[in-house]
């Protein structure tokens, strides 16, 4: 048998000669990526020998690596059997490639500036001229005599100092002493950024000293067994401390699931990772940290807290270095949360001199507004329709969605993945609505055209497609001899006014902001888009349908997951951080549920633009 | 049934009528002295009836409370019978004289001055004009933004705030806020100080608004099935952190006891206390702390922590409010522990300008000089002969200890409790030497005379009590006849050598100190006892054997538990304990183990003066 190891990880595994790398890293539970079952054929098994390394590169390899990656040591793991003893180290995706694509816009251009420090020491060994306390050695070695130390740490400190001979790493955070080491362990500084979703967690691994993107993660938030939305969680929560402790649960359970994944496909130990960022909606954030969230419901939807909040992992349960630190960036209130404040970082729209617009829009639509050096807030009860929820054949963007439609002689589909058409996703609508006013099928009220009456003028096969259904007129996007589920999939009247509220209520919210600032849309100088919807949304059809300002289409830009992105930004850079401390102090959160003016900018923002 | 409600533990309970107010206490579990069974004549059982109140005083009230009282609504609980429905107030230890004789010298002069604060508040109710959280609206009405608040305060706030209708009482430390109560509890505001002793563990329950000790406890450190000495203890807990673990927990479990029965004593709730004030030796300290002691036991000594720490209460166990703090104050090197700066600060050694020498003698001996504006310390390895240990009939000062000893024509003895003599505590062997020594029993050299050879100036009937035994002489001070044991009670040669360690290096320590600040015994202007044991030392005796500086009687004083009283003090004073966390840095500590100067004079103290 022969020892292979497997750095970073230091996992060991004795193997047959002749087993090949890829079959000995499987048989140690270490991930090393590949697609072509060991054939050679993708080229992704990407490994560094470091020792033990016999034999020339195959065929495969040399289509695979360069020369001087071949000359390092790099090999395909499922082309090398192991001969000796070897020693293996994996490749951990931190390049400046996948940075980039990882922190989009702004967010690539951040400095790394991490709030954690290391600090490898050589401390004088105790002597009876010499008998300071270990604590207090460690200390005054720092030269950091103020540093606030937990119990735990102080309570192992002994041993830990004498590991390895008085050589140790100090982890510090600005005020505390976090970690201390055996060793030098200055080359390995990790944390999280997390964005926490009603439906979705987004997981980031990072290296705090590059501020690369090392592995990503995703999954659903498993609360989602208590409800879809935040109003029935917040009703289950408020329940009684039981079941507000059981969201809290689910929701570490799942982000404790994530952290494994990062961890195994990077190559990372639990104590490396010191901290994590997380961003999330107010109730999300409630229900991560288990506060109680009973008063965001009724009016006047009162948070119970909204600065940033600081807290141990260990106390939370988080999977990484128990002193480690879990930061939750501030909220801004009842609806408007610390997503929105990462997306206000990602967009730096707390340092931008134009007028700026940014929307986030899911079941809430979030609302930015930069202008004249303010920084305006609201939500909008946008309502479930994007999301696909009242929605007749409404469902997620996955397979067989429709995502985009054309309307001329007839209706022509696209899908995700081009499967057969299963339902219809938030994108799909808004273009199904705007190419139907285009046609003339709807009229700029929302109202489906009488085909008999006033269809005279539509192409006979779009006529054939409209139909008299249980909510008034339809219109059959796809016939159940094509679509996935063997039912016809269709647009109702219904579901066009759900649409109507839906972009009404985001419009006026527009407006408001703008008023509050005493601007008008001509004045915004850029709209982004922030979220999965709007990379996905055809920015002219949300134009014509008058969900978004009425200004051309290259002031509109999606800016992805720009929430992830400022979670990001304030995990890797102390002063991004600093910036979102400070953002509930400037920004100003307009209310709009009472306001006159919204409920009249609302009422006119129903019908479609002619 | 009637109902009996018993103030201000609101403990309720429903009796027959015809049940006394002692029966129903009882029943309620509701703690009221007493000890005269029922019967009146102890007059112990004093409750104050604030409702409810029926019949005329018997004779045993009339004689055991004044006209005033009576009038108050004071009763003995044992001669009142329920008749209505009765509220009844317990009585609280706390006047004044309590306060005095439980803080002795220059601790009684302390005012109160807590670092904990209540605020009582009415919060304007949020609206949808107002919508700021739970917890910024508490942090603004108290003027206080930059206070640290914990997780679970912040989880539970929005419930505690709607409990009386935003009527509330802030509970802050100096930086962070510790609860939030329903409704006004400003008049209820609790502490604890500790004296964790090796064998001995004190508590103190104090009002920390006026600064009234309202209840003491003492009990057995529960350890000692580890070992007597801190050596032991020390030897069990470096074999593993689970044995650690175990003395920590052992510590925690006594002192949840002593705490259960203040709380009982005083009619204090758990939630009440919301700080607690530790002192102990530097091993006492480690282990109730749970922090690693293994480098204390070998040369250098050293301690793994030495500033003062402060900790949830939760995090350590302890019986009280969870968000409470408990602070453990600094130590000064292995073997000078927070006991010591607690006896600094009772004797306000870092304040006085005279020369000051004060003595905490236990199997450690602890020596602090205050002189020209220094202050040292030292320790001494006295050995255990003061408590007993290795002293052949050694015993502790417990009934039947032999405390003082005559000895003219005969030995006449006085012991603890008057009981039959059942060993030799420490002050009886240091009583019992220095007479020996004043009659000619046993030369400056501490050798016994040799009856047979020297003995002829000797009075017959002492000089039958001498007599040779396995390790030498040795003289029976208690014949088997009149002991309660059965046997002879025996003082030997070789106990008498373990008495001349003990005094040549506590003797020895003095002089050390004094010659590294340049003064001489005489310089001296005044010596100070701390601990039981300098209580009931006879300072004439300990002067005649050398183990105190030679000076006149009267420059000498016992001032009792000072340790204690330092930990009181530094409960309930903020800028007490502000000197306390200020001492490691002025402290001197002479390590005499090495010093070439404390091996001499131990060889020249090792003789009785002549």
């Known amino acids: 048998m022969k020892k292979v190891t497997f ?21 140690a539970g270490v991930p090393v990526e590949g697609n072509c079952g060991g054939k050679g054929t993708c080229g992704k098994c990407r490994v560094k020998v470091l020792q033990g390394l016999h034999g020339e590169p195959s065929t495969s390899e040399r289509k695979a690596l360069t020369e001087a990656e071949l000359a390092e040591g790099w090999v395909l793991a499922c082309q090398r059997e192991v001969v000796d003893d070897t020693v293996v180290e994996l490749q951990l995706s931190s390049d400046a490639h996948d940075r980039k694509s990882a922190l989009a816009g702004a967010a690539a251009k951040i400095e790394p500036e991490p709030s954690i420090e290391k600090i490898a020491l050589k401390l004088p060994r105790p002597s009876i001229d010499d008998q300071t306390p270990d604590l207090e050695r460690l200390l005054r070695e720092l030269q950091r005599p103020a540093l606030k130390v937990n119990l735990p740490l102080i309570a192992d400190l002994p041993g830990i100092l004498r590991q390895e001979r008085f050589k140790i790493t100090a982890v510090l955070s600005e005020k505390q002493l ?3 080491e055996p060793g030098d362990t200055t080359a390995r500084m990790f944390g999280l950024a997390f964005d926490i979703g009603t439906t979705t967690l987004m997981g980031s691994l990072m290296d705090l000293r590059s501020g690369a993107v090392v592995a990503v993660a995703a999954a659903t938030n ?25 969201l809290q649960r689910k929701v570490i359970e799942a982000m404790n699931g994530i952290i494994r994944e990062l961890m195994q496909k990077a190559g990372v130990a639990q104590n490396e990772i010191y901290e994590a960022v997380a961003v999330g909606n107010t109730t999300m954030s409630h229900l991560f940290m288990g506060i109680d969230p009973t008063n965001l419901a009724p009016a006047p939807f009162v948070p119970a807290f909204q600065k940033a909040l600081e807290v141990e992992a260990a106390q939370l349960g988080l999977s990484m270095n128990p002193s480690g630190r879990v930061v939750l960036l501030p909220n801004i209130a009842g609806y408007v949360g610390s997503d929105t404040v990462a997306v206000i970082l990602a967009a730096e729209m707390d340092r931008r001199s134009d007028n700026c617009l940014a929307v986030d829009i899911g079941t809430n639509g979030e609302l930015v507004l930069a202008a004249k050096g303010r920084l305006l807030t609201c939500s909008t009860a946008a309502g ?6 009242q929605i007749r054949c409404g469902m997620r963007a996955a397979d067989g969605a429709i995502e985009a439609v054309q309307v001329e002689d007839d209706v022509k589909l696209q899908t995700i993945g081009e499967a057969a058409p299963r339902g219809i996703c938030g994108s799909g609508l808004i273009d199904a609505a705007a190419a139907l006013l285009r046609a003339g099928v709807i009229e700029p009220s929302g109202r489906f055209v009488n085909p008999e009456k006033e269809g005279h003028k539509l192409p006979s096969r779009l006529k054939e497609r409209i139909r008299r259904g249980q909510d008034g007129f339809e219109i059959v996007l796809a016939y159940a001899e094509q679509s996935a589920t063997g039912k016809d999939v269709v647009l109702t009247q219904a579901d066009l006014r759900e649409l109507q509220l839906a972009k009404g209520a985001i419009y006026a919210g527009f407006k408001v902001l703008l008023r509050q600032v005493g601007i008008t849309e001509a004045d915004v100088d850029s709209v982004l888009l922030a979220g999965a919807f709007g990379n996905y949304i055809s920015v002219e059809s949300a134009l014509s349908l008058g969900l978004l300002p009425d200004l051309p289409p290259e002031k509109i830009t999606p800016i992805g997951n720009a929430a992830g992105d400022g979670a990001k930004m304030a995990l890797i850079s102390r002063s991004v951080r600093e910036r979102a401390f400070a953002l509930p102090e400037r920004i100003e959160h307009v209310e709009l549920s009472t306001r006159q003016d919204f409920q009249e900018e609302f009422i006119n923002a129903l019908a479609f633009p002619k």
């Open 178 to 180: 976090l970690a201390v």
């Open 384 to 389: 479930p329709a994007f999301e696909g929820a």
């Open 7 to 27: 750095l970073p990880l230091r996992k060991e595994i004795a193997v047959q000669p002749g087993t090949n790398l890829l079959q000995a890293a499987a048989l």
């Open 222 to 246: 498993p609360q989602n067994i208590y409800g879809s939305d935040v109003i029935s969680r917040i009703t289950y929560a408020a329940r009684g401390a039981e079941n507000r402790a059981a």
